[in-house]
């Protein structure tokens, strides 16, 4: 039997060369922030996946996890993060869409405190205790209705959505700190693109990245 420490450094197709390929090829896609190849090096997402599929992990793809949802394709957990941190300091950031819990594990170990609402309970609890094996004690979990972001602790210097709503949902963009940025997909079917929004001293600003695929945003709890 595998000791955790062994399983977390993985073996075979989850080892560290295979890791080391997956983010040569973010680097080349464009991934140039730093701490964020770092820890998409450091962190074992075959971990947050189901074991049949951990051969799977570190190929630069979506992967099911069960509910009709899927675990987000490495390089665009990476380009959200970059793009979130490039935008300015960032000491809290909102999560809409725990899924997986692996977004939620990279945004920790890059900001001060992660904030993470999912819909559907049995995810929410299968992410928060694979983030409570890997040590991960900076993120707060809520099994909620992400549309309506988290007001508790608003307003967030960041927010970063992991599912795709057709518009900007108010509530979400309320919730960001004066100069604060949302990034979400937006958009249906083959027809998404990732957006930037950013507050400004008279509003906001909107900034289409690039298309992406995305499960919808969906109202309500499961
Ligand atoms: N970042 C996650 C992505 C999971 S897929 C990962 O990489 O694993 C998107 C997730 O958003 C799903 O878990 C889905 O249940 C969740 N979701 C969809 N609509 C939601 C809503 N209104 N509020 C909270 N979570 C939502």
């Given at each position: 039997m595998l000791t955790s420490e062994a399983s977390r450094r993985g073996i075979g197709m989850t080892s560290q060369r295979t890791r080391e390929r997956l983010i040569a090829r973010l680097g080349a896609a464009g991934i140039t922030h730093p701490d964020v190849l770092r820890v998409m090096r450091e962190l074992p997402r075959h971990l947050f996946v189901d074991e049949a599929l951990a051969s799977r992990?570190?190929?630069?793809?979506?992967?099911?996890?069960?509910?009709?949802?899927?675990?987000?394709?490495p390089y665009t957990v990476a380009r959200m993060t970059q793009t979130l941190l490039e935008h300015g300091p960032c000491d809290t950031v909102l999560e809409v869409g725990t899924g997986s819990g692996f977004q939620t594990a990279v945004l920790?170990?890059?900001?001060?405190?992660?904030?993470?609402?999912?819909?559907?309970?049995?995810?929410?609890?299968?992410?928060?205790?694979?983030?409570?094996?890997?040590?991960?004690?900076?993120?707060?979990?809520?099994?909620?209705?992400?549309?309506?972001?988290?007001?508790?602790?608003?307003?967030?210097?960041?927010?970063?959505?992991?599912?795709?709503?057709?518009?900007?949902?108010?509530?979400?963009a309320d919730q960001l700190a004066p100069a604060g940025a949302l990034v979400l997909p937006m958009g249906e079917g083959d027809r998404q693109v990732l957006i930037r929004v950013t507050r400004t001293a008279d509003g906001f600003d909107q900034r289409v990245l690039e298309p992406v695929s995305f499960v919808p945003l969906i109202a309500g709890v499961a």
């Open positions: 992990a570190y190929e630069d793809s979506p992967l099911p996890i069960g509910h009709g949802q899927t675990i987000s394709q920790a170990a890059l900001v001060r405190r992660v904030y993470s609402v999912e819909r559907i309970a049995s995810l929410q609890e299968r992410a928060q205790h694979c983030l409570r094996l890997l040590k991960v004690r900076n993120v707060r979990f809520r099994h909620g209705d992400g549309f309506l972001g988290w007001s508790d602790y608003a307003p967030y210097d960041g927010i970063l959505v992991t599912a795709a709503p057709r518009g900007v949902p108010r509530a979400l």
